[in-house]
T-cell receptor, first 111, second 117 residues
Framework: SQQGEEDPQALSIQEGENATMNCSYK?????LQWYRQNSGRGLVHLIL?????REKHSGRLRVTLDTSKKSSSLLITASRAADTASYFC???????????FGRGTSLIVHP | GAVVSQHPSWVICKSGTSVKIECRSL??????MFWYRQFPKQSLMLMAT?????????EQGVEKDKFLINHASLTLSTLTVTSAHPEDSSFYIC?????????????FGPGTRLTVL
């Protein structure tokens, strides 16, 4: 069964705008990871955030984690057409450390 | 960061043949590896958990005789799709958990696209 669920399922924005995607999960976690997948391609690791961390940055990416709400968000600032892809969050199942994925958010950035 | 490779990146085979996909952790030891499959425009579904030196643990609904998993070393796990059929066509992705990481971080391979004719 799905552990993480991304929201929204689809997001369409103009280049230069910010894109925010959310991930909610059900059970406790040790870490949460965000991945990008271009159409028909493999996964690209973006950021890993641990359960004792609240926020992490990497370039134009900002990830937050709220363990009390069991949710995480991925913010892409100043989006580019090249950011068009599907974005997935992956969480481990708490003590089992088995990573499971949400359904993903499909982001389209119009030039 | 840790790197996981998969080979081949894509494969086309005839129905009824078997296909082997390799997953390697290149710069770390992985006691545990995971295999996923992904259908077009869908999420990644966990197929099985592969433990070095022991039998794999399959998720409900995954045929263990159809998808053979071998984890012979701390850096290599293989998935063999036996007697492949067109419905087995999918994107297969592995991940490896770093044994020494206190946070048990997982790193994913780039995936293998299987097309069965």
């Amino acid at each position: 069964s799905q552990q993480g669920e991304e929201d929204p399922q689809a997001l369409s924005i103009q280049e230069g705008e910010n894109a925010t995607m959310n991930c909610s999960y059900k059970t406790s976690i040790n870490n949460l990871q965000w991945y990008r997948q271009n159409s028909g391609r493999g996964l690209v690791h973006l950021i890993l955030i641990r359960s004792n961390e609240r926020e992490k940055h990497s370039g134009r990416l900002r990830v937050t984690l709220d363990t009390s709400k069991k949710s995480s968000s991925l913010l892409i600032t100043a989006s580019r057409a090249a950011d068009t892809a599907s974005y997935f969050c992956a969480t481990d199942r708490g003590g089992s450390y088995i990573p499971t994925f949400g359904r993903g958010t499909s982001l389209i950035v119009h030039p | 960061g840790a790197v996981v490779s998969q080979h081949p990146s894509w494969v086309i085979c005839k129905s009824g043949t078997s296909v082997k996909i390799e997953c390697r952790s290149l710069d770390f030891q992985a006691t545990t590896m995971f295999w996923y499959r992904q259908f077009p425009k869908q999420s990644l579904m966990l197929m099985a958990t592969s433990n070095e030196g022991s039998k794999a643990t399959y998720e409900q609904g995954v045929e263990k005789d159809k998808f053979l998993i071998n984890h012979a070393s701390l850096t290599l796990s293989t998935l063999t799709v036996t007697s492949a059929h067109p419905e087995d066509s999918s994107f297969y992705i592995c991940s490896a958990r770093e044994s020494e990481s206190p946070y048990n971080e997982q790193f994913f391979g780039p995936g293998t696209r299987l097309t069965v004719l």
